[in-house]
């Protein structure tokens, strides 16, 4: 999948002076450090940078390095020579962000998701890697682009999360080499650490718990879902961020394989976020059956109908393609 090379892509960055950096809906740790990572690196280079998610700065990352430069995307367009998509496994993830940069001459699509089409015109899609985060370190090391303490910051945050804190299988010797070079160039691990995994506000908290009061199994408990409403959500001030990570509660469960987390949401959709504890149980495969993708064990989806016909109809599908491969 990967259509063109790190040195196609360097010259790129070289060469031209206004770019745009855009990531994912919903934005995580990834999305945005790579954001902040990839914008800061360049800005040290002279670059002309705009970092733009539909969301915005989340709060809950509004700790990280250059995290002010990272904004809501204006109405009107702007003009760009180019427009960088990172961790964005369809164009259509980027949301709002995507008119303000219609004008741009070039698109790079910098991603780690397998369900990547290679959309834009330089493509750098690696599916082994465990975080975009990882790629943009190969990326600007490789190029020798300015690597300072703030970007390290970014990409460790990025490459931290995704990797669910270096736990997941994708997480590799190159991962933990990655890491010791960041933290060489500057990265406070515990400082880190501590901003990211327990700096929570208390509504997230709250809000787990009331996750957990929905909690249900099935497929002889290889299943373990729960279920957020949008009163739910109001009533204990939850914002949609908090959300992020909750479902790891229920991938923690011995025995239980798939995790499904469903989120009613304002559109009459509903987030589906599924995660699978064995590469024979294929979560992505089953999230594009319903329009989503993802990874092979963390993958998403969003789907229009009322919460709890939706999770039915999922969770029969999820419980059906674990029952045939485990
Ligand atoms: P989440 O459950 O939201 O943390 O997402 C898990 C993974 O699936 C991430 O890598 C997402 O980029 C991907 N993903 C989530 N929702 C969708 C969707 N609607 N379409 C495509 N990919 C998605
Ligand atoms: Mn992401
Ligand atoms: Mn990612």
């Avoid at 303490?149 to 933990?176: H, K, M, W």
């Avoid at 408990?221 to 914002?239: C, D, P, R, T, Y």
Wanted: overall charge negative; charged content about 25%; some cysteine.
């Amino acid at each position: 999948m990967n259509k063109n090379t790190f040195e196609a892509i360097g010259r790129a960055l070289r060469e031209y002076d206004r770019f745009a950096i855009l990531s994912h809906v919903r934005p995580d740790g990834d999305a945005l450090g790579s954001t902040l990572a990839l914008t800061l690196s360049l800005k040290e280079l002279g670059k002309d940078v705009r970092a733009w998610n539909e969301e915005g700065m989340l709060e809950k990352y509004g700790f990280l390095a250059g995290a002010e430069l990272l904004t809501l995307p204006p109405n009107a367009p702007e003009e760009f020579d180019v427009a960088i998509a990172l961790d964005t496994a369809t164009q259509n993830r980027l949301g709002k962000a995507t008119e303000a940069v219609r004008q741009a001459r070039l698109w790079i699509n910098i991603d780690h998701h397998p369900s990547n089409p290679g959309y834009g015109d330089l493509v750098y899609v690696d599916p082994i890697a465990p975080a975009t985060g990882q790629i943009l370190f190969e990326l600007i090391t490789t190029e020798k682009l300015p690597m300072t303490p703030a970007v390290a910051e970014n990409l460790y945050a990025a490459i931290s999360t995704d990797t669910g804190s270096f736990q997941y299988p994708n997480t590799t010797a190159r991962t933990f080499e990655i890491a010791a070079d960041l933290i060489r160039a500057g990265v406070n691990v515990g400082r880190l650490s501590q901003l990211l995994y327990e700096s929570y506000p208390k509504r997230r908290v709250e809000l787990l718990r009331l996750l957990l009061g929905t909690m249900q199994f099935g497929c002889d408990n290889k299943l373990a879902w729960f279920s957020l409403s949008q009163e739910m959500a109001k009533s204990v001030g939850a914002l949609p961020e908090d959300n992020e990570g909750l479902i790891d509660h229920l991938r923690a469960i011995r025995g239980v394989v798939v995790a499904i987390f469903f989120e009613e949401l304002a559109d009459g959709k509903v987030r589906v976020s599924m995660r699978s504890k064995n590469e024979a149980v294929d979560v992505c495969a089953i999230c594009q059956s319903f329009g989503g993708g993802g990874h092979t064990l963390a993958a998403g989806a969003r789907v229009r109908g009322a919460l709890n016909e939706v999770s039915q109809k999922i969770v029969e599908k999820a419980c059906d393609v674990t029952r045939r491969n485990t």
